[in-house]
């Protein structure tokens, strides 16, 4: 999966010639905290709220609405926003924007073409879409944890026995624990007649893994 797939292409932006109160409209009006910054198609900047506070006078407490307005007005928004800019390509794989949003703690990246052209915004709920598709979080079925030897074929072994019993597997991911190198926390999605998923089930356990949770996704 890439940003590509992910990304929002239809998106709120300020030209770097806009006033500053022109942005800060615009935020409001959409909920944002925010904003690509635009020189015709290509990214120069964001400006957030933080931003302006920072450009706002220091004394604007002090100051009436009609004054910070006219303030914010006069100025534009080249004058506050931040120029250098963390960003993504279409073709990132979707790790990369994870890992920049999660360790950044950003709520969303600008996708940038080769040249610099501002062509969609990933956000952290695009991220926690990829997740819910990948786990397979929708769809119908027996969401099973069982603890696993970090080992070659092993997850090989399994895959066997849920063939065995003509079940689809919907998803499959592992994750490590913590204190438990040589262990693998495997959460398999199933789906299939209800019989055989428990019977299934009961085999795996005859082969010796550690099932540690048997949850129905219409439990959730």
């Keep these: 999966m890439f940003v590509k797939d992910w990304m929002k292409k239809d998106i709120v932006v300020v030209n770097k010639n806009d006033t500053i109160l022109d942005a800060l409209h615009l935020m409001r009006e959409h909920g944002f905290r925010r904003l690509p910054v635009l020189e015709g198609d290509r990214l120069v900047g964001i400006i957030t709220e933080k931003d302006i506070k920072d450009f706002s006078p220091s004394k ?24 250098d800019v963390i960003t993504v390509s279409p073709d990132d794989p979707i790790e990369k924007a994870a890992i920049l949003l999660r360790d950044k703690r950003f709520g969303g990246l600008p996708v940038v073409d ?16 990829v997740f819910v598709e990948a786990m397979g979080i929708r769809e119908k079925g027996v969401r099973v944890n069982i ?7 092993a997850i090989a072994v399994l895959a066997k026995i849920i063939k065995q019993f003509d079940l689809n597997i919907i998803s499959l991911a592992t994750f490590y624990i913590k204190d438990k190198p040589h262990l ?11 019989d055989n998923i428990d019977k299934c089930i009961e085999e795996i356990k005859k082969n010796g893994f550690d099932i540690t949770s048997v949850l129905r996704m219409d439990e959730i």
Excluded: C, Q, S, W
């Design 60 to 83: 604007a407490t002090t100051l009436d609405i009609y004054e910070l307005h006219n303030i914010l007005a006069k100025y534009e928004v080249k004058d506050a926003m931040t120029k």
């Design 114 to 129: 080769g040249e610099g052209n501002l062509v969609g915004l990933i956000t952290a709920v695009d991220v926690f879409d």
């Design 147 to 153: 603890l696993v030897e970090d080992r070659p074929g």
């Design 184 to 194: 693998r926390d495997l959460v398999i999605r199933i789906n299939g007649d209800n």
